[in-house]
């Protein structure tokens, strides 16, 4: 990740254990969820002043979290996902909207 995006290395993984290894090659502090949702990446519910992805909005669902991710640092996490569409975003205020989200499949 980097201002303003968010790159994954590979589109897709198998349901199970999946560990995200995540460099922030930015300049700023960033982090990155996985919101599990049938939503498209430019589609998710925001909270009421715009800044940040509603973690919990129906439809979209937090399912893991890689926090505080300091420029030029690596962080992993790993979530144990199913079957289904996913989008990666960073939910620091105001990132999602600059670009920094994609979409991500667990097959
Ligand atoms: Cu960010």
Redesign the pocket.
């Given at each position: 990740?980097n201002e303003w995006s968010l790159k994954p290395s590979v589109a897709a993984a198998p349901a199970g254990e999946v560990t995200f290894e995540v460099t922030n090659q930015g300049k700023?502090p960033?982090?990155l969820i996985v919101v599990k949702t049938d939503l498209a990446a430019d589609a998710l519910t925001l909270e009421a002043d715009g800044a940040r992805v509603e973690e919990t909005a129906p439809g979209q669902d937090d399912v893991g979290e890689v926090e505080d991710i300091q420029p030029g640092e690596t962080k992993s996490g790993t979530f144990n996902l199913e079957a289904g569409h996913y989008v990666l975003v960073?939910n620091?205020p105001g990132?999602y909207k600059a670009g920094?989200v994609a979409s991500f499949q667990v097959k």
């Open positions: 990740m700023l960033h982090e960073c620091v990132h920094m």
